[in-house]
């Protein structure tokens, strides 16, 4: 019975090491979502950049940008 127990022991150690890892791991490359702006023609450059109130030049989404962010332009 004593090497059962040392087993189950060093499993659930083992285990328990292997779920830090994977959390720590997948963390580490969680992404993050970035904002998206918004770019139609009949937009105005004073709006935010938001579908409900898109930039008109694709210049200001340009300097609205970060990175990890992403510029929708409508035709």
Same mark, same amino acid.
């Not at 720590?24 to 969680?30: E, G, H, K, T, W």
């Not at 340009?62 to 990890?68: K, L, M, R, S, Y």
């Given at each position: 019975m004593k090497i059962l127990e040392v087993m189950i022991s060093s499993f659930s150690r083992n285990a328990s090491v292997f779920r830090? #890892? &994977?959390? /720590?791991? /997948?963390? #580490?490359? /969680? &992404?993050? #979502?970035?904002? &998206?702006?918004h770019v139609s023609p009949s937009g105005n450059d004073n709006n935010p950049g938001t579908q409900a109130q898109p930039f008109r030049e *694709?210049?200001?989404? *340009? !300097? #609205? +940008? !970060?990175?990890?962010? !992403?510029?929708? +332009?409508?035709?």
């Open positions: 830090l #890892a &994977v959390f /720590s791991l /997948s963390a #580490a490359f /969680s &992404v993050v #979502a970035g904002q &998206v702006f *694709i210049r200001k989404a *340009i !300097t #609205a +940008v !970060t990175p990890g962010d !992403t510029a929708l +332009v409508a035709d």
